[in-house]
């Protein structure tokens, strides 16, 4: 069980060869930010070699290219390494059944576990900023003027830019006048009334 508050947690983003791990698709990059009290304190990244040449469309999206792939390690040694980098905390992603989705399969495969549940920061930003026209990050980046590198769909890129983006959530909350420190569970239970 990860921690109680929502300000220590691990962000994730991965990349994949596509929609559905059900239908063989894998995960090519990994990339996670731990968060500490409400300071980003450490990062992951890694690529891994799915066994099987990515698509073109793939590699224009993520520009992660198959020569990029061939010597990196297979993904059940990056997906060890992930989980000994999560520990038990809790995890974010943006639009988080997505990634869990593939994590989940990755570490069923590699024959690990995580401990932690997941928050959905897309969820989440639907209610903290439901003014906004669309919740991709590129636009809550630029809508909240947070640090970026400009490198969206590279895995670290989008860790860090979705780790921000918590960290002014939990402070736009705070300005709300909800009580800090934020329990992660309420955290979770963010949802847009529209939905």
Not at 98 to 125: H, I, K, P, V, W
Request: include cysteine; proline fraction near 5%.
């Amino acid at each position: 069980m990860g921690h109680k508050n929502a300000d220590t947690v691990v962000v994730l983003d991965l990349e994949t060869t596509g929609f559905s791990p059900r239908k063989g698709d894998r995960t090519i990059e990994v990339g996670a930010v731990l968060i500490e009290h409400g300071t980003i304190t450490d990062h992951f990244q890694g690529l891994m070699n799915p066994d099987f040449p990515v698509s073109e469309f793939i590699s224009d999206y993520t520009g992660i290219t198959n020569a990029m792939l061939e010597n990196a390690p297979p993904c059940s040694e990056v997906i060890g390494e992930l989980a000994r980098f999560i520990g038990s905390h809790n995890l974010v992603a943006h639009n988080a059944p997505f990634d869990q989705r593939f994590l989940d399969n990755e570490m069923a495969l590699a024959g690990t576990r995580y401990s932690g549940e997941f928050a959905c920061s897309l969820n989440a930003a639907r209610w903290v900023y439901h003014k906004v026209s669309d919740h991709s990050l590129s636009t809550l980046v630029e809508f909240k003027q947070l640090p970026t590198d400009g490198n969206f769909h590279r895995a670290l890129s989008d860790a860090r830019m979705t780790a921000h983006l918590w960290l002014a959530m939990l402070n736009d909350l705070s300005m709300m006048g909800r009580p800090a420190p934020i329990a992660f569970s309420d955290m979770q239970c963010l949802r847009a009334t529209m939905e």
